[in-house]
């Protein structure tokens, strides 16, 4: 006959054995929610930020656009795209030249028809961002010019305002 000890002892080690293995298995579950978790919420952030990257570019192309492309006819609504795009100084210094801008470009009789060719984003920080811009425009005017090119290379600080990016600094890069 068989040792009741043993046959208890067998039992007893393969309780043990299948509590072991199912705490193994449950760790490795939560190990794997874990990871699948993280993976979720940075997924989530990447697309966020593409989000938002998109929205930087968008509006920078809008804004820059606005500023290149400028009829002698249309002058005033030209200015006032530019300044819709715009926020901080560099809303105040155009709002500021606008006048004489509108008289200087309906005087000459100007039309300049305006491209973004690339763009990037250099940086950015919470609420604002620095976009690389290549542009180029075609301008006609009263001094003779005809359908020439012009070339613009730009560094334009876009600024949360108001959940919307506008140009807050424009500067002309070399």
């Known amino acids: 006959m068989a040792d009741p000890m043993t046959a208890r002892t067998r039992a007893l080690r393969r309780v043990d054995r299948l509590v072991a293995a199912t ?3 449950a760790i490795v579950a939560a190990v794997f929610t874990g990871l699948a978790a993280t993976t979720l919420r940075d997924h989530r952030g990447i697309e966020r930020q593409r989000i938002e990257d998109a929205e930087i570019l968008d509006a920078a192309r809008s804004g820059i ?3 290149i492309s400028i009829r002698d006819t249309s002058a005033p609504d030209d200015v006032k795209n530019v300044l819709d795009h715009s926020t901080g100084a560099f809303k105040k210094d155009f709002e500021a030249r ?3 801008f509108v008289s200087v470009v309906q005087q000459a009789k100007v039309v300049t028809t305006g491209e973004v060719v690339a763009q990037g984003i ?3 920080e919470a609420g604002s961002a620095t976009v690389l811009v290549y542009a180029t425009s075609s301008v006609t005017n009263a001094a ?3 359908n020439e090119t012009r070339s613009w290379r730009l560094r334009v600080t876009m600024t949360d305002d108001h959940n919307r990016y506008k140009m ?3 500067e ?3």
Request: net charge positive; no cysteine; proline share 0%.
């Open 98 to 100: 606008s006048a004489s």
């Open 122 to 124: 250099e940086s950015r």
């Open 168 to 170: 807050s600094k424009v």
């Open 23 to 25: 705490l193994g298995l």
């Open 172 to 174: 002309f890069v070399a």
């Open 144 to 146: 003779g010019a005809q």
């Open 65 to 67: 656009l606005a500023m």
